[in-house]
């Protein structure tokens, strides 16, 4: 579990700029501490940002409580504000700030605040275990499967996504192996992926992002399993930047390619992924690795964060309320309108 609360008024979490080489666990009682961490990618994947930023009202109201402010919702509401503003293009975010702010309005008391916070998270780990399975049924038996980015534990509440399925399915003694992309430029499978398949022995190879081409003209991989920080209304989606790319190799080579995220990925007031805010990161990102420059100086860097992918790449969005396939308007709406959607 990459977060957790602590009862004397603490957000715990994993640094996960320094795996897999150290462990290293951050301790925040400041809202602002856990934007800055939400900013800085210790804390990152869309799920894991949302809960995150759950976390953080509740410090904000714990503050303004201690402060004696009688009138929470102003001070509130200008707290949740900026942590909404941590990270555009992942829905999650102002999705779960936006929940916090609804419980606020009717109860206005912290600990109030702090147990929908938790809720929030149990119910995303939950629904990744739902994803898993549904997920892991799709899955021939004896396959390889390519992922991209890091779509698991450090990502979600505490299982996965598209991780999550690979988790099950080889769980079901479906894979023969999982490949992984290093997911350039900050690593985040070869650094993070890779670190949680090894924690939970299943076989698995990394290979450069620009090897996913020649993986599947060979057939080494029967299906590719991704995340998603964002869903458009027609099915479009976004994700780790390289994701539109597989996705087109993928068409190309005829294997299937699976979208993987939570209900709560869903935005259903952006008609397409046109839409969808993409954030572009520093350019040191790209330029340096560690701390350790590797481009020449006053080189123009343009480090794009996330793509889209078209709905037309995608052969079927893994949900917990199950598995949406073209059209994709109709079936999307139909889950969300759902009472477990």
């Not at 555009?88 to 008391?109: C, F, H, I, Y």
């Not at 912290?110 to 916070?117: F, T």
């Not at 390619?257 to 954030?279: K, R």
Request: hydrophobic fraction near 45%; charged fraction near 25%; glycine fraction near 8%.
């Amino acid at each position: 579990m990459p977060i957790s609360w602590h009862d004397e008024g603490k957000v715990r979490l994993i640094d996960q700029t320094r795996l897999p080489l150290e462990e290293v666990w951050l301790e925040l009682d400041d809202y602002r501490n856990v934007v800055a961490a939400i900013k800085e990618m210790r804390i990152r994947g869309a799920p894991a940002i949302g809960i995150a930023g759950a976390y953080a009202v509740s410090l904000a109201a714990l503050e303004i409580d201690i402060a004696g402010v009688e009138d929470l919702m102003p001070r509130l509401e200008i707290a949740a504000q900026e942590i909404r503003n941590a990270r555009p293009t992942a829905v999650n975010l102002e999705w779960a700030v936006r929940r916090m702010l609804d419980v606020a309005q009717k109860a206005g008391s912290p600990s109030d605040l702090i147990e929908e916070a938790k809720r929030i998270q149990d119910e995303d780990e939950e629904a990744n275990h739902r994803i898993g399975r549904f997920g892991a049924e799709l899955i021939p038996y004896d396959s390889a499967i390519l992922t991209h980015c890091n779509t698991g534990a450090l990502a979600t509440g505490g299982y996965g996504t598209a991780l999550g399925i690979i988790r099950t399915a080889w769980s079901d003694g479906r894979l023969s192996g999982v490949f992984a992309t290093e997911t350039r430029p900050l690593l985040q499978g070869a650094r993070l992926t890779a670190w949680e398949l090894a924690q939970a022995n299943i076989s698995a190879t990394l290979i450069p992002d620009s090897a996913a081409g020649q993986l599947l003209r060979l057939g080494r991989a029967q299906a590719v399993i991704v995340g998603a920080d964002r869903i458009a209304a027609n099915g479009d989606t976004a994700n780790k930047i390289g994701t539109y790319s597989l996705a087109v190799l993928a068409r190309e080579n005829g294997v299937p390619f699976y979208v993987a995220a939570p209900t709560s990925t869903i935005d259903l007031s952006l008609s397409s992924g046109d839409s969808i805010p993409i954030e572009e990161r520093p350019a040191e990102e790209v330029t340096h690795i560690a701390g350790v420059r590797i481009a020449s100086e006053g080189i123009g860097v343009l480090n794009i964060a996330f793509d889209v992918t078209p709905h037309s790449y995608i052969t079927a969005i893994i949900t917990e309320a199950g598995v949406v396939r073209e059209p994709y308007c109709d079936g999307l709406r139909k889950i969300l309108e759902a009472p477990n959607g």
